[in-house]
């Protein structure tokens, strides 16, 4: 097996990758993430992951590299991360009672042989009615200002849903694992 790669400096991910119980190395790949004019959301996200996977392919010659990357759609809005809790509280207030989806870019890519798998997992969260006065008394407690959405599905976050729809959780915490499974066995790579 070609040694692996996780293409991010994302502890969340990072967390994700290891219940597959395969070693793996992490790399921060240094690209622009600024959205091309009129650039859907998928094509972003795929587009993102597979340039992180080809950033480091330079660097990392015979190796299988993970690439991914996640935006959230709400109201057809992409949301970014919000940084601060200013940005925080007007995304959670445009999500209230509102589904939002999180597509997450997903790129295998064989540095050896070049070749990329990439693909586009969609999930969908349905919000609760939220206050202001939930919105910050969540965000106080878990701060998640790195996160798209301003939300920690595997945390408190899961508290701020009515309810959510998709064939993999994992890609709403950034990583979809059922896809990179079928990624990395199409790479011959036995899992546990």
């Known amino acids: 097996m070609l040694p692996l790669i996780l293409a991010s400096s994302s502890p969340y991910r990072r967390e994700l990758l290891q219940?597959?119980?395969?070693?793996?190395?992490?790399?921060?790949?240094?690209?622009?993430?600024?959205?091309?004019?009129?650039?859907?959301?998928?094509?972003?996200?795929?587009?993102?992951?597979?340039?992180?996977?080809?950033?480091?392919?330079?660097?990392?010659?015979?190796?299988?590299?993970?690439?991914?990357?996640?935006?959230?759609?709400c109201s057809g809005r992409i949301l970014g991360k919000p940084h601060d809790i200013e940005r925080a509280t007007e995304q959670l207030r445009a999500a209230s009672s509102e589904s939002v989806s999180f597509l997450t870019g997903l790129c295998l890519l064989n540095s050896q042989s070049g070749k990329a798998q990439i693909s586009c997992v969609p999930f969908t969260v349905h919000f609760r009615d939220l206050d202001d006065a939930r919105i910050r008394r969540y965000l106080e407690a878990e701060q998640p200002f790195d996160c798209a959405g301003s939300f920690k599905a595997e945390g408190l976050g899961v508290s701020l849903f009515r309810a959510t729809e998709g064939e993999d959780a994992t890609s709403l915490v950034g990583l979809p694992l059922i896809c990179l499974v079928d990624m990395l066995l199409a790479e011959q790579v036995q899992i546990p």
């Open 19 to 73: 219940r597959l119980r395969l070693p793996f190395e992490c790399a921060s790949p240094d690209i622009d993430e600024t959205p091309l004019p009129g650039e859907s959301a998928e094509h972003l996200v795929r587009r993102l992951a597979e340039s992180k996977a080809r950033t480091l392919a330079q660097h990392y010659p015979n190796h299988l590299i993970i690439g991914s990357d996640q935006a959230a759609v």
